[in-house]
């Protein structure tokens, strides 16, 4: 498999021959609000494209965790994908909701797993932030707090789990123990609400996620693009070797591909 980072969640995942774009987020640089946050006011993409996004789109398929964020989906990723392309979302509303955008072909990721091709992806559970508070702030801003991760699985190819906008919390040790998966993405860039509530991991969530799968490879994503993120690539790099996981990680910039081979571990 290849994991290739395009910016902040967005990638371009090839496993078993095929191309997947992962949550398609494509607003040129600085032209959408920053999300209210106590430490600063930059808008939002906090970097460019690095390709464009004609090449982007040349994919088979593609996966979005959760649409109704836009830096997982947003309105320039709904007029540059192909109407006729394969999208996979995370529920049976959200593929209402994307078909109703006029893609002609949706379909709801599912537990026990969606076969595209030679490859099956199955939906994982994502805690966006726990708690009521969490719920309550997803409601102050008029956005649904639901999130999703996926594996991929297909002969000849090492065990994919993406695990999407999640905190640590059972939901991500369960996948890790159902599908012991040989690499896993972590959005990792520790982005909080404007009272320093996390929804996304941070270093002592990804530090536990990568105790209780030893046997995994990690690709941290989601980073240096939303200007409510904690934790940038730097920092991430400083925090892992602190603790001796540096060789576990891969931590792509913009643009950068990594492979892995079948069935490889740490």
């Excluded at 369960?174 to 690499?183: G, M, N, S």
Aim: proline share 8%.
């Amino acid at each position: 498999m290849e994991f290739q980072q395009i910016r902040g969640a967005t990638s371009i995942v090839t496993f078993g021959g095929l191309r997947f774009l992962i949550d398609p987020f494509f607003a040129p640089k600085g032209s959408t609000p920053p999300i209210p946050s106590p430490y600063n006011d930059f808008p939002n993409p906090l970097a460019a494209l690095p390709l464009p996004v004609e090449e982007i789109v040349r994919v088979d398929a593609a996966i979005v965790t959760h649409m109704h964020h836009f830096d997982h989906f947003d309105e320039h990723a709904a007029r540059a994908l192909p109407k006729a392309l394969p999208i996979f979302v995370q529920s049976e509303k959200e593929a209402a909701d994307m078909a109703a955008l006029g893609f002609e072909t949706v379909a709801a990721l599912r537990d026990e797993g969606v076969a595209f091709g030679p490859v099956t992806l199955y939906r994982t559970e994502a805690l966006h932030g726990a708690g009521e508070h969490s719920r309550r702030m997803y409601e102050a801003f008029g956005l649904p707090g639901e999130a999703s991760g996926c594996v991929f699985k297909g002969a000849g190819e090492p065990v994919f789990y993406l695990a999407g906008d999640t905190v640590w919390f059972e939901g991500v040790a369960e996948a890790l123990d159902r599908f012991r998966p040989d690499v896993v993405a972590l959005n990792a860039a520790w982005a909080q609400f404007p009272d320093g509530t996390p929804i996304l991991m941070g270093p002592g969530d990804i530090r536990t996620t990568a105790e209780h799968a030893p046997q995994a490879r990690f690709i941290a994503t989601h980073m240096d693009a939303v200007n409510h993120a904690r934790l940038d690539r730097a920092g991430l790099r400083a925090f892992l070797k602190g603790c001796g996981l540096e060789g576990r990680f891969s931590i792509p910039e913009d643009g950068e591909s990594v492979r892995f081979g079948a069935q490889e571990g740490c």
